[in-house]
Nanobody, 121 residues
Framework: VQLQASGGGLVQAGGSLRLSCVAS????????LGWFRQAPGKEREFVAA????????TYAESMKGRFTISRDNAKNTVYLQMNSLKPEDTAVYYC???????????????WGPGTLVTVSS
């Protein structure tokens, strides 16, 4: 499976963005999907993940209430709706696929190239 994220860009603090990640291949619905991010000079960190069916989601504590992950298996797409953005949300955002719904990177088998989100103050 190959992933391609899009939707990043420049937004003012307090604004919103929706990221999309489209997967190629027929096995999209067999994988949990996650979003991670990496800010300049920092390690990559977990943002959110969603189960194969979309019925279960999990979030990093600092994203709860602001970010929403969802998926459309018919479109092979996972989304990340980001609201009330802060300058500290500035990062490259990556989508990734895993057989398991986890927040740890080691279980994610395939990754997209990332999309840059910049939040200005």
């Amino acid at each position: 499976v190959q992933l391609q994220a899009s939707g990043g860009g420049l937004v003012q603090a307090g604004g919103s963005l929706r990221l999309s990640c489209v997967a190629s291949g027929r096995t999209f619905s067999l994988y949990a999907l996650g979003w991670f991010r990496q800010a300049p000079g920092k390690e990559r960190e977990f943002v959110a993940a969603i189960s194969r069916s979309g019925g279960t989601t999990t979030y990093a504590e600092s994203m709860k209430g602001r970010f929403t992950i969802s998926r459309d298996n018919a479109k092979n797409t996972v989304y990340l709706q980001m609201n009330s953005l802060k300058p500290e949300d500035t990062a490259v955002y990556y989508c990734a696929g895993s057989p398991f719904l986890r927040s740890t990177m080691d279980v994610y088998d395939f990754w997209g190239p990332g999309t840059l989100v910049t939040v200005s103050s």
